[in-house]
């Protein structure tokens, strides 16, 4: 089974700020990621899928890059809504693993 | 508008089984598959289970495999969740989801709200 290796687990932040999550999966996945933003209370949002394409409707503040088995998520100019717990996801047509998750908190 | 909304969770004891249900709306549900997510409330995503439009392609995580079985009936527009000898490790909010992988490559476009599974003796 693949495994996918998210980090930091907790990233400490300040408004303006550009911050970056990183994936690691313990074998190739080629472009099949996927990064996901939770907040409280709430089910998971996607924000980028196929490691780099940006979900309708999500700000161009969030990019995704990444292939094989390294992938980051990287926040430009951080803003009040963005702090949140992230995921990361490896997903293909019959399953999915989720990383650890990591929590972008105020600094 | 598509909408899911999951039902049937409450507090049960180790050992007994419980069955969750996801009912949607506002979309073809019999040209789409659906997922099982659960989430201990304050930790991390688990994939549950997946079920392909046909109703007969069903994939587990190995740690419900045996134990869980999901299906769904198309005429009603409702996915299932049959959890049996749950254990205090179950406990969870569960998540169902609409894949969309053969629609657009990507791996969900709608979430319900969630539905708190609790297992205490």
């Known amino acids: 089974d693949i495994q996918m290796t998210q980090s930091p687990s907790t990233l400490s932040a300040s408004v303006g700020d550009t911050v970056t999550i990183t994936c690691r999966a313990s074998?190739?996945?080629?472009?099949?990621a996927a990064w996901f933003q939770q907040k409280p209370g709430k089910a998971p949002k996607l924000l980028i899928y196929?490691?780099?394409s940006l979900e309708s409707g999500v700000p161009s503040r969030f990019s995704g890059s990444g292939s094989g088995t390294e992938f980051t998520l990287t926040i430009i100019s951080l803003q009040p809504d963005d702090f949140a717990t992230y995921y990361c996801?490896?997903?293909?047509?019959?399953?999915?693993?989720f990383g650890q998750g990591t929590k972008v908190e105020i600094k | 508008q598509e909408v899911l909304v999951e039902s049937g969770g409450g507090v049960v004891q180790p050992g007994t089984s419980l069955k969750l249900s996801c009912a949607a709306s506002?979309?073809?549900?019999?040209?789409?598959?659906m997922h099982w997510v659960r989430q201990v409330p304050g930790m991390g995503l688990e994939w549950v289970a997946f079920?392909?439009?046909?109703?007969?392609?069903?994939y587990y995580a190995d740690s419900v495999k045996g134990r869980f079985t999901i299906s769904r009936d198309n005429s009603k527009n409702i996915f299932y969740l049959q959890m049996n000898s749950l254990r205090v490790e179950d406990m969870a909010i569960y998540y169902c989801?609409?894949?969309?992988?053969?629609?657009?490559?990507?791996?969900?476009?709608?979430w319900g709200q969630g539905t708190l599974v609790t297992v205490s003796s």
């Open positions: 989801a609409r894949d969309d992988f053969g629609g657009h490559s990507k791996p969900v476009d709608a």
């Open positions: 196929k490691a780099s």
């Open positions: 506002g979309f073809s549900f019999w040209k789409y598959g």
């Open positions: 074998q190739s996945i080629s472009t099949w």
């Open positions: 996801q490896h997903y293909n047509d019959y399953s999915w693993t």
């Open positions: 079920m392909r439009n046909d109703g007969y392609s069903r």
